[in-house]
T-cell receptor, first 114, second 115 residues
Framework: DQQVKQNSPSLSVQEGRISILNCDYT??????FLWYKKYPAEGPTFLIS?????DKNEDGRFTVFLNKSAKHLSLHIVPSQPGDSAVYFC?????????????FGTGTRLTIIP | DTEVTQTPKHLVMGMTNKKSLKCEQH?????MYWYKQKAKKPPELMFV???????INESVPSRFSPECPNSSLLNLHLHALQPEDSALYLC??????????????FGQGTRLTVV
């Protein structure tokens, strides 16, 4: 049972345009969400997060939007750069008094076209 | 130093072998994790150590045995593995298990092939 889903396995975007990566979840208990970026032969690196008490969090070119009623979040990258080409994982967790653990989505491979 | 270092990068082992994966961090993090990632699948949590004690075991078969000798080191001992255990094994650390949500640092992984 995949509780965190990224339905687009791949996405290609022109350099300079906006990249939008989507993530859906089924467990309404999730209250914290994160995006990780993974280059080949490297481990995932943390990108940005959002708590369920917010609907938007911005960090430079990266913005994450959360729609709790739709159980949907998205990552916007503006403007997209060639170095953004990577696999992006959405992850979610439930606050559990220090016993939190991450549930990852299946990932979306983003390719930025120069 | 914001690195999590995993050794070896690649490992090929037979089903009767005993081997160990190693993970090291010097960021003073008190929580360390083992994840398993199969091709085109998300990372799946295996074990969590918090303050050098095992806090989560995600029903992992006993042929995988974790060990945390000290706060900087995390090992995964492998014995009698099956070919289906072939995967990328990722180690991660965070300041505290309760604050994994803020930032977890991952190593580059060990690519394990069981023959």
């Amino acid at each position: 049972d995949q509780q965190v889903k990224q339905n687009s396995p791949s996405l290609s975007v022109q350099e300079g345009r906006i990249s939008i990566l989507n993530c859906d979840y089924t467990n309404s208990m999730f209250d914290y969400f994160l995006w990780y970026k993974k280059y080949p032969a490297e481990g995932p690196t943390f990108l940005i997060s959002i708590s369920s008490i917010k609907d938007k969090n911005e960090d430079g070119r990266f913005t994450v939007f959360l729609n709790k009623s739709a159980k949907h979040l998205s990552l916007h990258i503006v403007p997209s750069q060639p170095g953004d080409s990577a696999v992006y994982f959405c992850a979610a967790s439930i606050s559990n008094f220090g016993n939190e653990k991450l549930t990852f989505g299946t990932g979306t491979r983003l390719t930025i076209i120069p | 130093d914001t690195e999590v270092t995993q050794t070896p990068k690649h490992l090929v082992m037979g089903m009767t072998n005993k081997k160990s994966l190693k993970c090291e961090q010097h960021m003073g993090h008190r929580a360390m994790y083992w994840y398993k990632q199969k091709a085109k699948k998300p990372p799946e949590l295996m074990f969590v150590y918090s303050y050098e004690k095992l806090s989560i075991n995600e029903s992992v078969p006993s042929r995988f045995s974790p060990e945390c000798p000290n706060s900087s080191l995390l090992n995964l001992h492998l014995h009698a593995l099956q070919p289906e255990d072939s995967a990328l094994y990722l180690c991660a650390s965070s300041q505290d298990q309760g604050v994994i949500n803020t930032e977890a640092f991952f190593g580059q992984g060990t690519r394990l092939t069981v023959v």
